[in-house]
């Protein structure tokens, strides 16, 4: 995945950081999650950092359970 890395390399991760925890805040409350995802998007946080906050916060899926 070259172009992953890339794309990590080059974006501003304090941004990145910021919006992820701006997102964690948001699910921890009450609040609609699709402004804090999209800016999460905006600066290029990838879906599986995106993925890992929510999880952290509501749980993951476990087929079976």
Known sequence: LPILKQVKRERNQT???QAL???RK???GE???L???TNCVRVYAT???IADELGAVF???TQGQ
């Open 21 to 23: 925890v701006e997102l």
């Open 35 to 37: 402004e804090p995802i």
């Open 26 to 28: 948001t699910a921890l």
């Open 15 to 17: 941004a990145v950081n």
């Open 47 to 49: 879906l599986g950092e």
């Open 31 to 33: 609040g609609n999650l």
């Open 59 to 61: 749980g993951n899926f």
